[in-house]
């Protein structure tokens, strides 16, 4: 199974944050969603809106514990290290992202085809694959 079987069965629908957001925005837009990451897109740049990492709870989490209340004034790019995107790419099997998932001790991975961000895949969406490939049913992925 490949990942863009994984991204045909979700909404397509993928929430994103600006890099010069703050903390308690990105925590708002998580909880209204009803998610637990946001891809954080930098569109200052010159290349314009492109996918530079990924801002999860345990963020939110680090900003309060390391700076207090304080924390969710400070701007997402304090919390996000952009050298160590890990993405992959719709033509990727479940395999190959759960290793690197496993690897990198990440859970959400963005799926960027042709520089262009199309998907996230999480780890309940590459376990829920390996489920379905185990029974052979069909599962519907939530967003």
Known sequence: MQVGDILRKKTARVATVRMNETV?????????SNIS????????RTEGNTPVGMFTERDVVRAIAQHGAAGANM?????VSVQQLVSCNSTDTIEHIRHLMNKH?????????????IGVVSMRDISAAFDEEA???????AA
Do not use: C, E, W
């Open 105 to 117: 001790h990440i859970r959400h991975v963005p799926v960027i085809d042709n520089y262009s961000l």
């Open 24 to 32: 308690a925005i990105a925590a708002q837009l998580m909880r209204s």
């Open 135 to 141: 029974t052979g049913s069909a599962t519907v992925f």
């Open 75 to 79: 701007r997402v790019s304090q919390f």
């Open 37 to 44: 990451a946001l891809v954080v897109k930098d569109v200052v």
